[in-house]
């Protein structure tokens, strides 16, 4: 493929989207969710911002942790989309490019003539991938989404937090994270489903739909059984005992839900009557007495250490575990182990430790390649790329587009 500004070789040789080009319109948290994924995994990523963003955005100052952390992997482009100029540069690397990502309001897109429409009218192979607050139509299709809103309106915060507390937040932009997570997956499927079609797809979630799609098993609760679930603190909403219990230096997670997986627990606990109590003998007697069992477990935990525990129900093969701060959670072995630290140097900040990809892929290396860069950096080089000469550059630069 005759892609603008690929990235060098070198730096993508064995990733599996290295091929792909994708123009990114996005900004704050989801859509760059979603264009981090293509990134992590090779994919030529031209970040398009206009002029007047100062080097800030939603997620913060360009130098910040945050922004830094989103928008590794890319080139940056600055246009002004909404000059002729500006438009005209976009659709001829649109003519190019393999995927365009938004998370405009739902009317802007179409407001500067950059939407799937627009796009597929120069190139029809176009995976267009956008997300929106509500859905792009319908009677909140014009409104702007912001996470915390979304988690109270699609639910989750009634089920978050300790029972009579009242709403809690969850304390990720778990809206926008679920939301980019979701439509990265769509875009490749639109992208599989190319091969076989050569045309492209337009692909869009919203914040409101992948919140309720979390809700998982509390949502298909209600829509099969008609349970309208609340909050359930730390305890899981229906198997018991599975919750957070005491030791003498703090609190740790255990997971005894199943029959078998409870036996297990009171013989770690020294407690093997326990399996034969009339009233706890099935998962049904065992939720409608979830306080007596907490407490009963609580008064034999609290007397040693969580390490002592996490050994005991290990040895046990009981699924239990410390309640980590974020520090402690980067200082586990395990978690040094698989690597998702990671280290990249930028030529402006030095040393940067940033999360790395989740996903894990044999034969493949993913580690991060190229530092979030200043606003435009590489303005010139991915217009040249589309046939822009040096002179045509300077105009632009001139007129304020780049």
Known sequence: MNHPAEAPAAQ?????????????????????????????WGANIIRIEPPDTGGEDVSGRRDGFDFQNL??????VKLNLKSPEGHAAFMKLAEK????????????????????????KVNPRIVYGSISGFGQTGPYGKRAGVDQIVQGMGGLMSITGLPGQGPVRVGVAIADLTAGNLLALGVMMALFDREV???GRWVHTSLLESIIFMLDFQATRYLVAGEVAGQAGNDHP????????????????IAASSARVFH???DALGKPEWKTKAEWDTQQKRSKVRADINAAISEITKHKPTAHWVEVMEAAGVPCGPINTIDKVFADPQVQHVGIAQELISEKLGKLNLLGSAINMVGTSKKLRRATQDLGHDSEEVLASVGYTKEQLADLRAKGVI
Do not use: W
Not at 13 to 37: K, M, W
Not at 71 to 76: D, E, G, L, T
Not at 102 to 115: C, D, I, P, T, Y
């Open 264 to 266: 297990r627990c009171c």
């Open 97 to 120: 490019a393999d995927v365009v990502i938004e998370n405009m309001r739902s009317e802007v897109k179409h407001r500067l003539k950059v939407s799937y429409d627009d796009v597929k």
């Open 71 to 76: 928008h590794r992997n890319k080139k940056y």
């Open 238 to 253: 229906t198997s018991v005992p599975t919750g957070v219990f005491p030791a003498s230096d703090g609190l740790f997670n």
């Open 197 to 199: 079609t050569g045309v």
């Open 12 to 40: 993508t040789t064995g990733l599996p989207l290295s091929r792909i080009t994708v123009l990114d319109l996005t900004l704050a948290r989801a859509g760059p969710t979603c264009v981090r994924h293509l990134a992590d």
